[in-house]
């Protein structure tokens, strides 16, 4: 099954602008993570955030838990053109990671 | 380095015929191995995972079984395929339960 769930479902935005993108899930998780996939292609993980941490960056990529909501965030600062893709996250115990329906953002010239 | 290899990228079966889709991991050893589906425009599926050899547990119930005959080789089949299992199919590894790393994906079609 599916445990997170993105929102929003796409999301368009011009070069140089902000994209953020949320997800949530149902049960308690060890981590949280984010993967990108470009059309046609394999996901490339891009982000982990543990359940003990609240923010993590890496690059342009900024990632929140609230395990209390039970939601995370992934904002992309500065987008670029190739930055246009899918974006999933993934929630992750034992050995099984689960992954949403992903946010399609499309980045303009 | 670790590399994972999935092939073919593309494949058109008829409906009714066998399938077979091979993924090797290169670079590690005891990895947790995966199979996912995607349809168009969609999140992905678990379909198998693997946490070592000949140790397959399946998420759904469908067409389709998997196979581990080696610590770095994970094998989806069908004895008959259906229109239904047309998708894109892609295989991962894990080590330890953390991040996955996904092949180049296969686009399966069946006719």
């Known amino acids: 099954s599916q445990q997170g769930e993105e929102d929003p479902q796409a999301l368009s935005i011009q070069e140089g602008e902000n994209a953020t993108m949320n997800c949530s899930y149902k049960t308690s998780i060890n981590n949280l993570q984010w993967y990108r996939q470009n059309s046609g292609r394999g996901l490339v993980h891009l982000i982990l955030i543990r359940s003990n941490e609240r923010e993590k960056h890496s690059g342009r990529l900024r990632v929140t838990l609230d395990t209390s909501k039970k939601s995370s965030s992934l904002l992309i600062t500065a987008s670029r053109a190739a930055d246009t893709a899918s974006y999933f996250c993934a929630t992750g115990n034992d050995y099984k990671l689960s992954f949403g329906a992903g946010t399609t953002v499309t980045v303009r010239a | 380095s670790q590399t994972i290899h999935q092939w073919p990228a593309t494949l058109v079966q008829p409906v009714g015929s066998p399938l077979s889709l091979e993924c090797t991991v290169e670079g590690t050893s005891n990895p947790n191995l995966y199979w996912y589906r995607q349809a168009a425009g969609r999140g992905l599926q678990l379909l198998f995972y693997?946490?070592?050899?000949?140790?397959i547990s399946s998420e759904v119930p469908q067409n389709l079984s998997a196979s581990r005959p080696q610590d770095r080789q994970f094998i989806l089949s069908s004895k008959k395929l259906l229109l239904s299992d047309s998708g894109f199919y892609l295989c991962?590894?894990?080590?330890?339960?953390?991040?996955?790393?996904f092949g180049q994906g296969t686009r399966l079609t069946v006719v």
């Open positions: 991962a590894w894990s080590g330890g339960g953390l991040e996955a790393f």
């Open positions: 693997s946490v070592g050899i000949g140790q």
